[in-house]
Every structure is written in C-alpha cells, then in structure tokens.
C-alpha cells in the first residue's frame, strides 16, 4: 500500500502517477462476469493501489488479481450505508475476509451517532475491525455532521481500530475536498491514514486531495484520472 504523503502543496505527480494512489472502483449494480475481469486486469495493467468491488464479485476478482500484488477491497452494507444491524455487518465482513477480499470499507450509523448511542456507534464499527481482521475503511459522511457529531465520529472510529478515515461513502454525500481531506488528516493518529471519496473525477483533482494528506483516492473514474492532460480544469467543491 502507498505510504501516507505529508501534506504538502509541492507534491508533483502525472496523471499517471496517481495510479498507485487509487483505488479503482466499480460498483455498478448490472456489471458482468466480463465486466469485473476486465476492471481487475485495469488495476493490475495500470498499477493502480487497489480493485474495489461488491462482495459478491470477490470470488471472480480475487482469482483474476492472485500474486498480482494489486489490493482487493471490498464494501459491506454499500450502497444504503450504515443500516444493516451490528450483526449483519460483522457476518457479512467475516465472509468478505474469507473470500480473499484485503480491504474492507464501512458505513457508519449516522443515526445512532446523532442519538448519542456513541457505545453502539463504536462497536457497530468494532465488530466489522474484529470479525474481518482486515484493514477497516470507515466511511464518516461528514457532511451529515455537525462540528461535535464530526469530532465524536473520527474519535468513535479510530476507538474502534478502523486503519483509514473516509470522508464520505460517495458523490451523492460529498465531493471529496480537501478541506475534507485536511479536516481528517488533522486528527488521524497512530497511524491512521486518510481516504478520500466521493465524484474524483479528474487528475488536477486527485493531486488537490493527495496534497491535501490523503493517502488513497477512491474512485470510479480512476482510467479518465490517469490519462487526464486537464492542467487548466477548475475544480468547484
Ligand atoms: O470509494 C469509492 C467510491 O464509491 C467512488 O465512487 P464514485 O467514483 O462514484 O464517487
């Protein structure tokens, strides 16, 4: 996995040489058997960091992507995010870990996060750390959150042992900033790192996040990200 990068407006990268920070991403509900082997040959052609697919595609992109040294992460309880029981998700990360999958992204209970259920907020995402025994992405929402529901959140989440910060599970939540970004670097400790998600859509984008501190863009537009020659693209958050 790439090294965390100190935040810093000197980074300099091609599109190119994002690849190794991205997480190529395809979560498409009608994707073929094709499709899938096809994305995990992408990652490994491209370099790219990881192939993030669903759950049920593991089998197929864990065969295509063995001793590539490309990571396969998975997520669980994605796309509605956060609202299968403690439960469900711990089987289900259980499952995902024994299907070769080397990652692993999480929703969060926002809601139970807003009740002040903080000891079922920390365990829902504890259970999903112990059961898969795999790094935990914990995809926060931020947006939903007031400025105290933000700070519990990153505090509740590294508690519980997730390896990254996230700051939001897709586009429909958040364009990944890097105010977003920078927000969670600051408070990442002992070795947490951040992830940055959410309509990455371009090279100049993903170099503003990497920038920003995140260590790992995930993304569906990883191939148009590393062929983008848009140096003059504006990017409005
Ligand atoms: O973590 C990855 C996100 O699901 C990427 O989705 P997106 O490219 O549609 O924003």
């Known amino acids: ?22 997480q190529h991403t395809k979560i498409d509900p009608d994707a073929t ?41 998975s997520a669980l309880d994605f796309p509605t995010v956060g609202v299968m029981t403690s439960a469900g998700k711990a089987a289900e990360a259980a499952e995902i870990a024994r299907l070769g999958a080397t990652q ?26 112990r059961a898969s025994g795999l790094p935990v992405k914990v995809m926060l929402e931020l947006p939903l959150l007031t400025d105290a529901e933000k700070e519990a959140a990153v505090e509740l989440a590294m508690e519980a042992g997730v390896a990254f910060l996230k700051n939001a599970s897709s586009g429909q939540i958040e364009t990944a900033n890097p105010a977003s970004v920078r927000y969670l670097v600051d ?8 992830k940055a998600s959410g309509s990455i859509k371009t090279y100049r984008q993903g170099l503003e996040l990497l920038r920003a501190g995140a260590s790992l863009l995930g993304t569906s537009a990883g191939l148009a990200i590393i062929t983008d020659t848009g140096d003059e693209e504006t990017v409005s958050y």
Not at 1 to 10: F, P, Q, V
Not at 45 to 66: C, D, I, K, Q, R
Not at 187 to 194: C, E, L, Q
């Open 104 to 129: 692993l992204d999480i929703g969060v209970q926002v809601g139970w996060l807003k009740s002040g259920r903080y000891d079922d907020f920390r365990e829902d995402i504890a259970g999903v750390v």
């Open 187 to 194: 408070r990442a400790r002992d070795g947490v790192r951040v």
């Open 33 to 73: 058997r094709d499709e899938m082997i096809a994305h995990a040959q992408e990652a490994v052609t491209h370099g790219f960091n990881a192939a993030m697919v669903p759950a049920s595609w593991l089998p197929v992109v864990v065969a295509e992507l063995s001793g590539t040294g490309v990571e396969v992460a």
């Open 1 to 22: 996995m790439s090294e965390t990068i100190a935040a810093t407006t000197e980074l300099s990268l091609t599109p190119a040489e994002l690849a190794p920070y991205i």
